[in-house]
């Protein structure tokens, strides 16, 4: 079974600084991974998406992340962050099972807050 | 605009009550998907439906039952065996395969068992 795991819990960053939010999988075979960004009480807004090809993604917002199959990882980054950046953000890995997609797996969430 | 609708917002419930939530796309997407928010727990997979009249449990299914009777409607019903339904719900749609399956979300149901 496929999972994800978000070593941090929170990180806090000074407004204007670089981000870099960790994330690292399980799964099998080549994974479908994801990005997603939650505000307070609000559904998810997805930042950016892996499935082949180049390993460095872009995204929305400024963010990019870097798929590296060797470490089993997907870490989110941004040269600089702004205050509208605190929020929850979600890594998760996705399979097609070759009869539709399945259901994503979500790591459990880095809480990103903001220093003036 | 197309989306995903979750209704209602908030929805309170009596213990040993069943209690439905909505949720609608006009997306034109074959797959929805239901799950579960809890603090620190990220999300969990309730049930999804890859196509009409078709649907299959996810990691933490017992306690829901959810239909798939056309392809823009996926309601969950939490029913009184889920021991603690008290969470914030959210709904998801998909195209079926590889490229598409990214997955949009609805604004979410809070649901709050009294």
């Known amino acids: 079974a496929q999972s994800v795991t978000q070593p941090d819990i929170h990180i806090t960053v000074s407004e204007g600084a670089s981000l870099e939010l960790r994330c690292n999988y399980s799964y099998g075979a080549t994974p479908y991974l994801f990005w997603y960004v939650q505000s307070p009480g609000q559904g998810l807004q997805l930042l950016l998406k892996?499935?082949?090809?180049?390993?460095l993604v872009q995204g929305i917002k400024g963010f990019e992340a870097e798929f590296k199959r060797s470490q089993s990882s997907f870490n989110l980054r941004k040269p600089s962050v702004h205050w509208s950046d605190a929020a929850e953000y979600f890594c998760a890995v996705g399979a097609d099972s070759g009869g539709g997609a399945d259901g994503l797996t979500f790591g459990k969430g880095t809480h990103l807050i903001i220093q003036p | 605009d197309g989306g995903i609708t979750q209704s209602p917002k908030y929805l309170f419930r009596k213990e040993g009550q069943n209690v439905t939530l909505s949720c609608e796309q006009n997306?034109?997407?074959?797959?929805m998907y239901w799950y579960r928010q809890d603090p620190g727990q990220g999300l969990r997979l309730i049930y999804y439906s890859q196509i009409v009249n078709d649907f299959q449990k996810g990691d933490i299914a017992e306690g829901y039952s959810v239909s798939r009777e056309k392809k823009e409607s996926f309601p969950l019903t939490v029913t009184s065996a889920q021991k603690n339904p008290t969470a914030f719900y959210l709904c998801?749609?998909?195209?079926?395969?590889?490229?598409?399956?990214?997955?949009?979300f609805g604004p979410g149901t809070r649901l709050t068992v009294l």
């Open positions: 997306l034109n997407h074959d797959a």
């Open positions: 892996y499935f082949s090809g180049d390993t």
């Open positions: 998801a749609s998909s195209g079926r395969h590889g490229q598409n399956n990214e997955q949009f």
